[in-house]
């Protein structure tokens, strides 16, 4: 089964009009027939299962046969996390994250950030092709980038957690997981003394994520994991 | 705390030649002056703390200070993995294992295979790269690639387990992980019918990782989180 994406309709849609990107795929490349079986999400829970009404190359049509909705998960989960400087590393954590589990994403500009502006447009490009790729019917939300000061004032419902490297008392994440998760992963080189002060003050639970020293990403993968994993238990 | 790789000394060292590739970077490029600090672990459990006593380009020498050994887990893992097509997602398969704790690897060549052939070489200097990184004493163990039905005949004490994508009742792995635990997660087309079959009459315990449909390397990490998460708990 592959799966597309169009944003455009919801569960009352009798017919589709597939934006011109996917129809260019539907149409040139995997070149499908009038009449052949689809499947197209709209990135917010649903999945329409269709029939193939026109191949045009700039929009394609879909009849709608099916409305299939995604089980809700137990859990929500938001990680703010600071882009690598690597490009590739922050873009694998995306994918990673898209495919295990997770509801939205916050670039965060720290004082230590090696990253300080973001690809939002390639980032959204990666996390609807891992969405397609692993037949979930919801997208992750990307929001722009934020300073970190920015985020603390951003009132949220969520249990609010860091996960940072100094040497204090800090909850294992398995134990502190919630059903709405907030979790903020440092860059490389940590929060700073001032972020960590301040996500204090903010009533920041201080979590820990593992014994080994981990890389942003791996952190923010290994975070993401921890959350699916023990809601699921 | 920069760690460097030498594993040519044991616990009983004295003094440390380091090889020419460290040695090189802790010269030229790092340009270390005699007399400065510097850890260097043989991967097999050891980090040596010492004073270069020689900062030759081709030669490096360490004077041991200290010998520090790495507590050793109360599990081991195993991974036997299909390597994926493209490499840079396998390699990134085992750089975030190593960095979140892996014993073995073994590339399975399986009936699905997409990869054929590894770069052992490469392979071994992402998993080089990643422990230095990381600060473990540890080098994960890489095996040569082996076909499924040769490692089928291999003799193991660990506790056998692979996870398949077929609709039949499995263990969840949280749930199945052992202190000695081999899983074997196959490639993108997932394995064939007859391996699953063969698997199964070899004693491994079909097992689920996830809810959602992962990639390989995904799944690779997912299984090696788990078991890492579980056994800590």
Known sequence: MQLFYEPNFDSSATSISINAMESRHISKV????????IYVTNGLGICAEGILISNHPKECKVEVKTIIEEKKPNFRLHIAIA???????????????????????TP??????????IKAERYEKVLQAAMKQSLKYTLPILNPMVSFSDFME??????????????????????????????LIGPEG??????????????????SLSEARLRTE????????????IRSI
Chains 1, 2 share one sequence.
Not at 30 to 35: E, N, Q
Not at 91 to 103: M, P, Q, V, Y
Not at 190 to 205: G, P, V
């Open 154 to 183: 951003m009132d949220v419902k969520s249990k609010k957690m860091i996960a940072h490297c100094e040497d204090e008392k800090k909850e294992k994440l398995f134990e502190a997981a919630n059903r709405d998760n907030l979790i």
């Open 83 to 105: 882009p690598t400087k690597a490009n590739d590393r922050f873009e694998w954590f995306l994918e990673k994250a898209t495919e295990i589990g997770i509801d939205e994403i």
């Open 190 to 207: 940590d929060f700073s003394i001032d972020e960590i002060k301040k996500a204090l003050k903010y009533q920041f639970i201080p979590i």
């Open 30 to 37: 995997l070149r499908k027939a009038i009449g052949e079986e």
């Open 218 to 229: 791996t952190a923010g993968i290994v975070a993401c994991h921890t959350v699916n994993l």
């Open 108 to 117: 965060l500009l720290c004082d230590h950030s090696e990253r300080r502006r």
